[in-house]
């Protein structure tokens, strides 16, 4: 490619950032949790659902183990993509702007880069059920996660009521969850 075509793809690229940016897109205001109980929260957390990403492609019998140490908490992320194991490995803190919220910030290593995305539960009642999001403005758009999880591999129906109310009354989009397969995993 010579010179000229590419200082205008560059010039392009470079417009396209500012108009994304002058657009001033922000992440919706979604209700975290008003008091965080961090030690409560430890343990297995199953995924009942989540909006697709490309991390978790094609994922089944996903799982998240929570434990505290030296003031962090130990994130192990598992699921069998294609017949294997995998897992990952980060840590998580308090978000220095929770205030007693349920806000942290996760950190795992990937491709030797450490990458860190706001962890925030909406809501959790500790022994059956959690709702997580997570946004993050991404080249004038935003890249939005969220999860269902469940201290079991299935909600009860009573807490898929209180968990739907609770994507509902925070504008979540209910559509974009898809379910993962917890069945085979033992």
Known sequence: MDLSKMKV???????????YGALGIECPDVEVNDYFDVERYMG???????????????????????????????????????????????????????NGKAKLLVTFIVGGIN?????????????????????????????????????????REDQKIIVDAIIERNNLNRTRYIDTDQTGCE
């Open 9 to 19: 793809i560059t010039s392009c690229f470079i417009a396209l950032l500012c108009v």
């Open 115 to 155: 990458v860190t995305a706001p962890y925030n539960v909406v809501a959790t009642d500790y022994n059956g059920y959690s709702l997580v999001w997570s946004c993050e403005p991404f080249l004038g758009s935003i890249y939005e996660n969220s999860w269902i999880l469940a201290r079991e591999r299935t909600l």
């Open 44 to 98: 297995v957390w199953y995924e009942i659902a989540k909006y697709p990403n490309i991390f978790q492609l094609n994922g089944k019998c996903t799982a998240a183990q929570y434990t505290l140490a030296d003031g962090k908490v130990i994130v192990n992320n598992t699921q069998i993509r294609n017949d294997k194991y995998e897992n990952i490995v980060g840590s998580a803190v308090i978000a220095p702007d929770a």
